[in-house]
Each structure stands twice: as structure tokens, then as C-alpha cells.
């Protein structure tokens, strides 16, 4: 069977089963090397995933068929569950699971059979798909599912690589001017810049502050790369090395040569190394300067965006301060909506504790303990469904939020009656 990486323009149409979240053998794997044309890629995860379709009356390209399209179905399932938190997606999974059903062709970038075998009625394949992650992320915000995107740590970015000769790697200040070759330094930039940090080069954004530290021509110590994240009030440091060997030691023929790139990012404040991220990547044998320079920058670009992802998780766990918001209420004059509501709100992530502070004929003020921005906990309510009525947010404010119970029945005790 043909088990070269397929473009998903190759593959043809194929329905995703309905079924989301099904039982899968899965693993995110770093992305092992880099293409020529790596500029182009959107930022993907790779996925490898085993699945299975019984084979019908003897035809066994259409069990295959469906053992592929199960597979990368999976592989997508997989990618969004690693993008949402758990309380997320047993909220909403109704809603996310209509929101991807038959639809992972649009977020499967390329695939390749890696094996497969006929196991007495079933057909088996074990695949390896490029998701893409970015593409997933965006449907999840248009969908509402995703509130907003992620502030993310200002990073300093502290990257050194090898010349052409395949010496010790060197601090290479970025190029300004956009005149020099493209370097490892500048497809971290691009890749990070991308996905929402704000960087600091110092070479550029500091040149005389670098100056005061001796090592600016070799890879910084974690001392002094820290030294100066504090100085440059940065919060993240990352650290790189790119590696290439001399054409002496690359066998003739061989056609490419490889290279390494390691990437680490530590919390300027306390020097916790938060992510690491460290590949092989392929440069071309030849003395073209243009197709070695495209290789350190798409080798760059690709790491960057696994780093990157890495931080946004570790970042998104930092406990969030508890703020006391005041819930100030209209619609309140139907006591059994309001006495739902407020056992739902109890029950809602982040909700430490709640008080009611005054009830009125048709208003009332709660008090509520609550572990993130008052923005947050209005999104929640908004999209919190119930039977008998709705939750309008009015307005919001950092420490308050107005907000109405809309009912949804008519007053069938008070309507007239019909007449004879």
C-alpha cells in the first residue's frame, strides 16, 4: 500500500464520522524536521492515531477508506481536546461536537498510512496527521466556545547558530534593516510574533544595554540571559542554539546535511524552565546561501511554534487572582428562576463563594468570590442554558456585572380566559 505523506487536496472527500470524542490511541509528537518550504506552513501538530472499519461484502478499499477518515477524525478530536480545558468541554459538548462533526477535512493539513493489516473482519490503520492546530483555534473563537485569546508573556529572545562553516554557534544579532539572509533568530521571531507574544531583540531594542554584557558574541548563561529579561522587564527568556555541521564531516552525496536546534524558555522571575522544544532539521548539499539560509529560518519558524504552544499551557495555569464582583439583578420576581439560578451559579469553575447581599419585589444583588475577571464569569452566565429563562448581561465593569432573568413561558395564570 502507498504510505507517502499526502497532501489533504490528494486525499480526496471523506465524511468524519459523527461520533466526537470516540476511545483513540493517540500522541502529540514533536515536528522532527524542517521543509524548504516550511515558510509557508501554518503552524500544525502532528498526531498519530489507530483506527479500524469492518470490511463489508469483501470490498476492502472501502473499510480502508473508512479506517482513514475514522483516524483523522480522531486525530482532530484529539487536537481540540488539547486546545480546551476539561470543565470546558463537558459544558459544551453539545456544542462542540456540532461544532466539529463531519467537518476534520478542513483542519487536516496532510497525512501518511504509516502501517495497516486486516484483522479478521476489521481493517486497521495507523496513521500520522498534521492538524491544523491554528485553524482549530480560530473555529473554537468564532463558535464562541473559546472566550479570547490568551495574553501571552513578553518574551526576550536570545538565539544563537552556527555560521555556514559549522563552528561553535554564535550570537547573531538580528538584521534590522531586513537586508541580511533570513537566520533561526529571525523564524522564532516570525513564528512567535504570530501567535500574539510581544518580542524584545535586544540587538535591536536595546543595543546599548546588550553591550554591557561580555558574552554577546557566544550562547548567553542562564544567569545572564536572566539578568537581562529583568532589565528589559521581559517574562519569558528564551534561549536557542542552532547547530549545523562542517561540510567536512558530511559524507559526499548524501544530499543534505543535518542540523539541531534546541529551544528553552524560562520564567525571568524565578529562572523554571517552562517549555523545551528540540529538532533535526535537514539543510540541502549544496553552496546555494539562499537555500541554507531558507533552512535555518523554516527549522526556526517550525520549533517556535511548538515553543510557543508550550508556554500558552504552562502560562494558562498560573492561578488567577479571586475577585469579589457584585451580581446586580433585574427579573428576579419569579422566585424559581432565581433560586435556579443561584444553584447554578455556585456550581460554576471558578466560583469560590456567593452571599445574597439585598433582595427587592424584582431586584436583587448577589455577591460573588470569583477566581478571574468579572468578564469572564459574565461570558459563563451568558452562555449558561436553562429551561425557563435566559441570562442577559447588561453591562459589565471590574467589580460588577448588571444582568437580567429573561423568562421564556408566557404567565399562564394570569392570561385571560377564552371566552365562550
Known sequence: MKDAMKKKSDTGAFQAPN????????????????LPDARAIAPSNKFQV????????????????AAVAESLAAAVDTAVMALLPRDTLIKQFKTVSKAFSGKADQFIQE????????????????????????????????????????????????????????SDPVFRPPDATNTLPPSTEAGIYEAMIEKGHSIIRPAIDAPQLLKTFPAIKTAFSDTDALELGKRLEAEVVVLGKSLVRPKSQIPSGSGSSPGDLSIRALKTDTGEEIAVVSQRFHIPDSDDDKAFADALFSAGR???ADLSDRIAQKWSRKTEAIASISLQMRGTDRLENFVTFRRALVELPGVKNMRIEEIQTNEAKIRVDFQGPSS??????ARSVFEAFEVLILETAPDRILLALSHRKPDTDTAPAETQ
Request: hydrophobic share 50%; glycine share 6%; proline share 2%.
Open 50 to 65: 489507530i483506527r479500524s472499519a469492518l470490511v463489508v461484502k469483501g470490498d476492502f478499499s472501502a473499510a480502508r477508506n
Open 302 to 304: 517550525l520549533g517556535a
Open 376 to 381: 469572564t464569569l459574565a461570558n459563563t452566565l
Open 111 to 166: 497525512y501518511k498510512v504509516l502501517t495497516e493489516s486486516v484483522v479478521g473482519s476489521e481493517y486497521r490503520v495507523f496513521i500520522e496527521a498534521v492538524v491544523r492546530t491554528d485553524k482549530i483555534q480560530e473555529h473554537l473563537f468564532n463558535a464562541g466556545i473559546m472566550e479570547a485569546r490568551q495574553k501571552l508573556p513578553k518574551v526576550l529572545l536570545l538565539i544563537a547558530e552556527s555560521p555556514r562553516s559549522g
Open 19 to 34: 461520533v466526537f470524542f470516540s476511545l483513540i490511541v493517540s500522541a502529540m509528537v514533536l515536528l522532527l524536521s524542517a
